[in-house]
Protein backbone atom coordinates (compact mmCIF):
# COMPACT_ATOMS: atom_id res chain seq x y z
CA UNK A 1 0.00 0.00 0.00
CA UNK A 2 2.56 2.20 1.16
CA UNK A 3 4.56 1.84 -1.82
CA UNK A 4 1.67 2.41 -4.48
CA UNK A 5 1.22 5.80 -2.91
CA UNK A 6 4.74 6.83 -2.75
CA UNK A 7 4.85 5.44 -6.44
CA UNK A 8 1.62 8.34 -7.43
CA UNK A 9 2.40 10.87 -5.77
CA UNK A 10 6.56 10.65 -7.38
CA UNK A 11 4.11 10.78 -10.39
CA UNK A 12 1.42 13.59 -9.25
CA UNK A 13 4.92 15.80 -8.84
CA UNK A 14 6.79 14.82 -11.84
CA UNK A 15 3.54 16.60 -13.84
CA UNK A 16 3.44 19.34 -11.13
CA UNK A 17 7.43 20.25 -11.47
CA UNK A 18 6.83 19.89 -15.06
CA UNK A 19 3.46 22.30 -15.49
CA UNK A 20 5.26 25.18 -13.27
CA UNK A 21 8.29 24.97 -15.38
CA UNK A 22 6.07 25.72 -18.44
CA UNK A 23 4.56 28.34 -16.44
CA UNK A 24 8.37 29.52 -16.27
CA UNK A 25 8.86 29.86 -19.60
CA UNK A 26 5.42 31.32 -20.31
CA UNK A 27 6.53 34.22 -17.86
CA UNK A 28 9.71 34.94 -19.58
CA UNK A 29 8.20 34.49 -23.33
CA UNK A 30 5.54 37.40 -21.54
CA UNK A 31 4.62 40.00 -23.90
CA UNK A 32 5.65 43.88 -22.81
CA UNK A 33 3.03 45.51 -20.69
CA UNK A 34 -0.30 47.42 -22.19
CA UNK A 35 0.02 50.86 -22.72
CA UNK A 36 -3.27 52.50 -22.08
CA UNK A 37 -2.66 55.64 -23.68
CA UNK A 38 -2.17 54.18 -26.63
CA UNK A 39 -5.33 52.02 -26.91
CA UNK A 40 -8.28 53.79 -28.57
CA UNK A 41 -10.73 52.71 -26.75
CA UNK A 42 -10.32 50.90 -22.84
CA UNK A 43 -12.85 48.35 -22.25
CA UNK A 44 -13.73 48.34 -18.47
CA UNK A 45 -15.84 45.07 -17.71
CA UNK A 46 -18.27 45.30 -14.91
CA UNK A 47 -18.57 41.90 -12.65
CA UNK A 48 -21.24 41.89 -10.42
CA UNK A 49 -20.40 39.04 -7.99
CA UNK A 50 -22.45 37.45 -5.49
CA UNK A 51 -24.65 38.56 -2.15
CA UNK A 52 -24.17 42.20 -1.75
CA UNK A 53 -22.05 42.56 -4.99
CA UNK A 54 -24.69 43.78 -7.56
CA UNK A 55 -25.72 46.18 -4.67
CA UNK A 56 -22.70 47.74 -4.38
CA UNK A 57 -21.28 47.50 -8.35
CA UNK A 58 -24.70 49.24 -9.44
CA UNK A 59 -23.59 52.42 -6.97
CA UNK A 60 -20.02 51.89 -9.11
CA UNK A 61 -21.52 51.68 -12.17
CA UNK A 62 -23.01 54.93 -11.52
CA UNK A 63 -20.04 56.63 -10.67
CA UNK A 64 -18.29 55.57 -13.18
CA UNK A 65 -20.42 56.97 -15.87
CA UNK A 66 -20.54 60.20 -13.97
CA UNK A 67 -16.71 60.45 -13.81
CA UNK A 68 -16.43 59.04 -17.38
CA UNK A 69 -19.40 60.81 -19.14
CA UNK A 70 -17.43 62.36 -21.46
CA UNK A 71 -15.16 59.48 -22.63
CA UNK A 72 -18.10 57.22 -22.29
CA UNK A 73 -19.97 59.57 -25.16
CA UNK A 74 -16.93 59.64 -27.41
CA UNK A 75 -16.07 56.03 -27.46
CA UNK A 76 -12.79 56.34 -26.19
CA UNK A 77 -13.93 54.27 -23.02
CA UNK A 78 -16.47 51.23 -23.01
CA UNK A 79 -18.64 49.85 -19.93
CA UNK A 80 -19.13 46.36 -19.99
CA UNK A 81 -21.68 44.22 -18.21
CA UNK A 82 -20.77 41.10 -17.81
CA UNK A 83 -23.20 38.31 -16.44
CA UNK A 84 -22.64 35.07 -14.94
CA UNK A 85 -19.93 34.81 -12.46
CA UNK A 86 -22.66 33.90 -9.80
CA UNK A 87 -22.27 31.08 -7.36
CA UNK A 88 -25.32 29.88 -8.88
CA UNK A 89 -24.20 29.60 -12.44
CA UNK A 90 -21.13 28.36 -11.24
CA UNK A 91 -22.35 25.35 -8.66
CA UNK A 92 -24.44 24.45 -11.69
CA UNK A 93 -21.84 24.72 -14.22
CA UNK A 94 -19.20 23.18 -11.88
CA UNK A 95 -16.90 25.51 -13.40
CA UNK A 96 -14.98 28.34 -10.88
CA UNK A 97 -15.12 30.71 -14.06
CA UNK A 98 -17.64 29.27 -16.72
CA UNK A 99 -15.94 29.78 -20.25
CA UNK A 100 -17.84 32.15 -21.48
CA UNK A 101 -17.74 34.45 -19.12
CA UNK A 102 -13.93 33.93 -18.98
CA UNK A 103 -13.95 35.14 -22.70
CA UNK A 104 -15.75 38.47 -21.95
CA UNK A 105 -13.64 39.54 -19.40
CA UNK A 106 -10.16 38.24 -21.61
CA UNK A 107 -12.24 40.71 -24.57
CA UNK A 108 -12.21 43.53 -21.65
CA UNK A 109 -8.69 45.77 -20.44
CA UNK A 110 -9.78 45.93 -17.21
CA UNK A 111 -12.58 44.56 -14.79
CA UNK A 112 -14.06 46.12 -11.54
CA UNK A 113 -15.61 42.82 -10.04
CA UNK A 114 -18.07 42.56 -6.78
CA UNK A 115 -17.40 39.90 -4.52
CA UNK A 116 -17.31 36.18 -5.43
CA UNK A 117 -18.39 33.64 -2.54
CA UNK A 118 -16.18 30.43 -2.71
CA UNK A 119 -18.27 27.44 -1.85
CA UNK A 120 -16.61 25.70 1.56
CA UNK A 121 -15.36 22.36 0.63
CA UNK A 122 -15.99 20.54 -2.43
CA UNK A 123 -13.41 20.87 -5.00
CA UNK A 124 -14.40 24.08 -6.82
CA UNK A 125 -11.50 26.96 -6.77
CA UNK A 126 -12.14 30.31 -5.65
CA UNK A 127 -12.92 32.53 -8.64
CA UNK A 128 -10.32 35.34 -7.84
CA UNK A 129 -7.72 32.38 -7.41
CA UNK A 130 -8.94 31.20 -11.29
CA UNK A 131 -8.79 34.81 -12.49
CA UNK A 132 -5.92 35.65 -11.24
CA UNK A 133 -4.30 32.46 -12.49
CA UNK A 134 -5.68 32.94 -16.21
CA UNK A 135 -5.12 36.33 -16.76
CA UNK A 136 -1.50 36.32 -14.99
CA UNK A 137 -2.31 38.65 -12.64
CA UNK A 138 0.91 39.03 -10.32
CA UNK A 139 0.27 42.08 -8.31
CA UNK A 140 -1.78 42.18 -5.97
CA UNK A 141 -1.39 46.02 -4.67
CA UNK A 142 -3.11 47.07 -1.71
CA UNK A 143 -3.02 50.81 0.05
CA UNK A 144 -3.62 51.28 3.73
CA UNK A 145 -3.31 55.21 5.18
CA UNK A 146 -4.45 56.52 8.49
CA UNK A 147 -3.34 59.99 7.78
CA UNK A 148 -3.71 60.89 11.52
CA UNK A 149 -1.00 58.60 11.84
CA UNK A 150 1.27 59.21 9.00
CA UNK A 151 0.60 55.98 7.91
CA UNK A 152 0.59 55.60 4.20
CA UNK A 153 1.64 52.08 3.58
CA UNK A 154 1.56 50.15 0.12
CA UNK A 155 1.63 46.35 -0.32
CA UNK A 156 3.11 44.58 -2.88
CA UNK A 157 1.97 41.21 -2.50
CA UNK A 158 2.75 38.33 -5.08
CA UNK A 159 -0.72 36.96 -6.18
CA UNK A 160 -0.22 33.89 -8.71
CA UNK A 161 2.13 31.73 -7.28
CA UNK A 162 3.74 30.78 -3.37
CA UNK A 163 1.45 28.57 -1.85
CA UNK A 164 -1.53 29.25 -3.90
CA UNK A 165 -0.88 27.60 -6.83
CA UNK A 166 -0.61 24.55 -6.35
CA UNK A 167 -2.91 25.07 -2.81
CA UNK A 168 -5.87 22.42 -4.28
CA UNK A 169 -3.25 20.15 -5.86
CA UNK A 170 -1.37 18.80 -2.41
CA UNK A 171 -0.38 14.80 -2.25
CA UNK A 172 -1.79 12.46 0.26
CA UNK A 173 -0.80 9.32 1.81
CA UNK A 174 -4.15 9.28 3.91
CA UNK A 175 -4.63 8.35 7.67
CA UNK A 176 -0.27 9.06 7.21
CA UNK A 177 0.71 12.47 5.62
CA UNK A 178 -0.58 15.45 3.54
CA UNK A 179 1.88 17.82 1.74
CA UNK A 180 0.99 20.83 -0.04
CA UNK A 181 3.85 22.69 -1.91
CA UNK A 182 4.95 26.13 -2.12
CA UNK A 183 6.59 27.27 -5.64
CA UNK A 184 8.92 30.50 -5.87
CA UNK A 185 10.04 31.27 -9.40
CA UNK A 186 12.60 33.42 -10.64
CA UNK A 187 10.65 35.59 -13.67
CA UNK A 188 7.43 35.15 -10.75
CA UNK A 189 9.44 36.98 -8.31
CA UNK A 190 11.17 39.25 -10.45
CA UNK A 191 8.27 40.77 -11.76
CA UNK A 192 6.34 41.65 -8.38
CA UNK A 193 10.08 42.85 -6.64
CA UNK A 194 10.49 44.99 -10.02
CA UNK A 195 6.65 46.51 -9.55
CA UNK A 196 6.96 47.31 -6.07
CA UNK A 197 10.44 49.51 -6.54
CA UNK A 198 8.73 50.97 -9.87
CA UNK A 199 6.42 52.02 -7.19
CA UNK A 200 8.18 53.46 -4.81
CA UNK A 201 10.55 55.20 -7.19
CA UNK A 202 7.55 56.59 -8.93
CA UNK A 203 6.22 58.02 -5.57
CA UNK A 204 9.26 59.31 -3.78
CA UNK A 205 9.33 56.65 -1.26
CA UNK A 206 12.61 55.47 0.26
CA UNK A 207 12.22 51.91 1.67
CA UNK A 208 10.82 48.63 0.55
CA UNK A 209 10.54 45.88 2.87
CA UNK A 210 11.11 42.67 2.07
CA UNK A 211 8.63 40.28 4.30
CA UNK A 212 9.65 36.28 3.84
CA UNK A 213 10.20 33.85 6.89
CA UNK A 214 13.70 32.85 5.20
CA UNK A 215 15.00 31.44 8.23
CA UNK A 216 12.36 28.47 7.90
CA UNK A 217 11.49 27.94 4.39
CA UNK A 218 15.10 28.24 3.09
CA UNK A 219 14.52 27.64 -0.52
CA UNK A 220 10.89 29.28 -1.64
CA UNK A 221 11.74 32.76 0.34
CA UNK A 222 15.22 32.41 0.37
CA UNK A 223 15.10 32.98 -3.04
CA UNK A 224 12.51 35.50 -2.92
CA UNK A 225 14.64 37.71 -0.59
CA UNK A 226 18.14 37.10 -3.22
CA UNK A 227 15.86 37.53 -6.04
CA UNK A 228 14.39 40.92 -4.54
CA UNK A 229 17.88 42.47 -3.37
CA UNK A 230 19.06 42.02 -7.09
CA UNK A 231 16.12 44.22 -7.93
CA UNK A 232 17.22 46.50 -5.57
CA UNK A 233 20.42 46.96 -7.03
CA UNK A 234 19.16 48.90 -9.73
CA UNK A 235 17.54 51.36 -7.34
CA UNK A 236 20.39 52.72 -5.54
CA UNK A 237 18.01 55.68 -4.09
CA UNK A 238 15.47 53.14 -2.21
CA UNK A 239 16.97 51.30 0.51
CA UNK A 240 15.69 47.15 0.84
CA UNK A 241 15.34 45.68 4.44
CA UNK A 242 14.74 41.78 5.26
CA UNK A 243 11.91 41.29 7.96
CA UNK A 244 10.31 38.51 9.07
CA UNK A 245 7.10 38.29 8.43
CA UNK A 246 5.76 37.12 12.46
CA UNK A 247 7.96 40.54 14.03
CA UNK A 248 6.50 42.44 10.99
CA UNK A 249 2.79 41.58 11.69
CA UNK A 250 3.92 42.64 15.10
CA UNK A 251 5.37 46.09 14.02
CA UNK A 252 2.27 46.89 12.18
CA UNK A 253 0.12 47.03 15.54
CA UNK A 254 3.56 49.02 17.14
CA UNK A 255 2.35 52.91 16.79
CA UNK A 256 6.34 53.96 18.02
CA UNK A 257 7.78 52.40 14.69
CA UNK A 258 4.75 51.72 12.23
CA UNK A 259 4.47 54.90 10.39
CA UNK A 260 8.23 54.41 8.91
CA UNK A 261 7.07 51.55 6.80
CA UNK A 262 6.27 52.85 3.38
CA UNK A 263 6.25 49.74 0.78
CA UNK A 264 6.14 46.38 1.39
CA UNK A 265 6.91 43.04 -1.30
CA UNK A 266 5.93 39.46 0.04
CA UNK A 267 4.82 36.55 -0.81
CA UNK A 268 1.34 35.70 -1.29
CA UNK A 269 0.39 34.27 2.05
CA UNK A 270 1.48 36.52 4.19
CA UNK A 271 0.46 39.25 2.16
CA UNK A 272 -2.78 37.97 2.32
CA UNK A 273 -2.87 37.43 6.17
CA UNK A 274 -0.84 40.81 6.60
CA UNK A 275 -2.97 43.21 4.18
CA UNK A 276 -5.79 41.73 6.46
CA UNK A 277 -4.45 43.09 9.26
CA UNK A 278 -3.42 46.41 8.09
CA UNK A 279 -6.80 47.13 6.83
CA UNK A 280 -8.33 46.30 10.33
CA UNK A 281 -5.71 49.60 11.61
CA UNK A 282 -6.89 51.64 8.52
CA UNK A 283 -10.86 50.67 9.73
CA UNK A 284 -11.76 47.46 9.22
CA UNK A 285 -11.12 45.59 5.86
CA UNK A 286 -14.73 47.29 4.56
CA UNK A 287 -12.43 50.59 4.27
CA UNK A 288 -9.64 49.45 1.84
CA UNK A 289 -9.56 48.30 -1.85
CA UNK A 290 -7.49 46.25 -3.58
CA UNK A 291 -5.72 45.72 -7.01
CA UNK A 292 -4.68 42.66 -8.98
CA UNK A 293 -2.27 44.05 -12.01
CA UNK A 294 -0.48 42.06 -14.51
CA UNK A 295 0.83 43.24 -17.93
CA UNK A 296 -1.78 42.52 -20.31
CA UNK A 297 -5.13 42.46 -17.81
CA UNK A 298 -5.86 44.39 -14.27
CA UNK A 299 -8.81 43.62 -12.25
CA UNK A 300 -10.37 45.75 -9.18
CA UNK A 301 -12.11 44.83 -6.52
CA UNK A 302 -13.48 44.98 -2.64
CA UNK A 303 -11.29 43.94 -0.30
CA UNK A 304 -14.34 42.61 1.96
CA UNK A 305 -16.56 38.58 0.67
CA UNK A 306 -20.00 39.05 -0.73
CA UNK A 307 -21.50 39.49 3.26
CA UNK A 308 -24.50 36.54 2.97
CA UNK A 309 -25.55 37.01 6.30
CA UNK A 310 -26.66 40.64 5.51
CA UNK A 311 -28.06 39.22 2.48
CA UNK A 312 -30.23 36.75 5.26
CA UNK A 313 -30.86 39.63 7.09
CA UNK A 314 -32.20 41.72 4.56
CA UNK A 315 -29.66 44.20 4.92
CA UNK A 316 -28.23 43.94 1.26
CA UNK A 317 -29.43 47.24 0.49
CA UNK A 318 -27.95 48.84 3.73
CA UNK A 319 -23.85 47.41 2.51
CA UNK A 320 -20.84 49.67 2.35
CA UNK A 321 -19.60 50.83 -0.71
CA UNK A 322 -16.19 52.67 0.41
CA UNK A 323 -13.93 49.52 -0.70
CA UNK A 324 -15.67 49.21 -4.08
CA UNK A 325 -15.67 52.52 -4.67
CA UNK A 326 -11.61 52.83 -3.80
CA UNK A 327 -11.41 49.87 -6.25
CA UNK A 328 -12.76 52.19 -8.73
CA UNK A 329 -10.21 55.09 -7.77
CA UNK A 330 -7.42 52.43 -8.50
CA UNK A 331 -8.85 51.47 -11.80
CA UNK A 332 -9.17 55.30 -12.79
CA UNK A 333 -5.72 55.94 -12.06
CA UNK A 334 -4.10 52.74 -13.43
CA UNK A 335 -6.04 53.87 -16.92
CA UNK A 336 -4.71 57.34 -16.61
CA UNK A 337 -7.45 59.42 -15.52
CA UNK A 338 -5.18 60.28 -12.51
CA UNK A 339 -7.07 63.50 -11.97
CA UNK A 340 -10.73 61.87 -11.69
CA UNK A 341 -9.27 59.55 -9.51
CA UNK A 342 -8.13 62.16 -7.33
CA UNK A 343 -11.33 63.68 -7.39
CA UNK A 344 -12.90 60.09 -6.35
CA UNK A 345 -10.32 59.88 -3.30
CA UNK A 346 -11.36 63.39 -2.42
CA UNK A 347 -15.06 63.14 -2.45
CA UNK A 348 -14.46 60.18 -0.23
CA UNK A 349 -12.24 61.25 2.46
CA UNK A 350 -14.84 64.09 2.52
CA UNK A 351 -17.24 62.17 2.48
CA UNK A 352 -16.18 59.37 5.37
CA UNK A 353 -14.10 61.03 7.14
CA UNK A 354 -14.31 64.57 7.24
CA UNK A 355 -18.14 65.60 7.14
CA UNK A 356 -20.00 62.23 7.40
CA UNK A 357 -23.30 63.57 6.76
CA UNK A 358 -24.02 60.23 5.91
CA UNK A 359 -23.14 57.42 6.97
CA UNK A 360 -23.60 53.50 6.24
CA UNK A 361 -23.41 51.26 9.51
CA UNK A 362 -24.06 48.07 7.70
CA UNK A 363 -27.79 48.34 9.43
CA UNK A 364 -31.06 49.90 9.36
CA UNK A 365 -30.03 52.44 11.71
CA UNK A 366 -27.62 53.87 9.26
CA UNK A 367 -27.60 55.25 5.12
CA UNK A 368 -28.51 53.00 2.50
CA UNK A 369 -25.75 52.29 0.11
CA UNK A 370 -27.67 54.34 -2.55
CA UNK A 371 -27.83 57.23 -0.18
CA UNK A 372 -23.87 57.19 0.54
CA UNK A 373 -23.33 56.52 -3.11
CA UNK A 374 -25.44 59.98 -3.76
CA UNK A 375 -23.64 61.85 -0.80
CA UNK A 376 -20.37 60.60 -2.79
CA UNK A 377 -21.16 61.99 -5.97
CA UNK A 378 -22.91 65.04 -4.83
CA UNK A 379 -19.04 65.49 -2.90
CA UNK A 380 -17.33 65.10 -6.78
CA UNK A 381 -15.66 68.37 -7.44
C1 LIG B 1 -7.98 38.04 -0.72
C2 LIG B 1 -8.87 36.89 -0.33
C3 LIG B 1 -8.62 35.75 -1.29
C4 LIG B 1 -7.21 35.26 -1.07
C5 LIG B 1 -9.62 34.59 -1.19
C6 LIG B 1 -11.03 35.08 -1.40
C7 LIG B 1 -9.29 33.48 -2.14
O1 LIG B 1 -8.66 36.54 0.99
O2 LIG B 1 -8.14 38.55 -1.84
O3 LIG B 1 -7.15 38.44 0.08
O4 LIG B 1 -6.95 34.39 -0.21
O5 LIG B 1 -6.33 35.74 -1.76
MG1 LIG C 1 -7.32 37.78 2.02
Not at 110 to 130: D, R
Not at 350 to 369: F, N
Request: proline share 4%; charged share 25%.
Amino acid sequence: MREEYIKKAVEQFEVLLREQLDRVDRMRAGAAPKDYDALETVTVGLIGGDGIGPIIMAEAKRLLEKLLAEEISSGRIVLTEIEGLTIENRLALGKAVPDDVLAAIKACDVILKGPTTTPKGGTMESANVTLRRELDLYANVRPVSVPEEGIDWMFYRENTEGEYVLGSRGIEAPGDLAMDFKVTTEPGTRRIARAAFEYAKANGKTNVAIVTKANIMKKTDGNFTRICHEVAADYPEITADDWYIDIMTANLVNPAIRNQFQVFVLPNLYGDIITDEAAEIQGGVGTAGSANMGDRYAMFEAIHGSAPRMVEEGLADYANPSSIFKAAEMLLRHIGFIDKADRLASALHQAGEIEKRVVVTGTKEGATCREFAEYVMEKLA
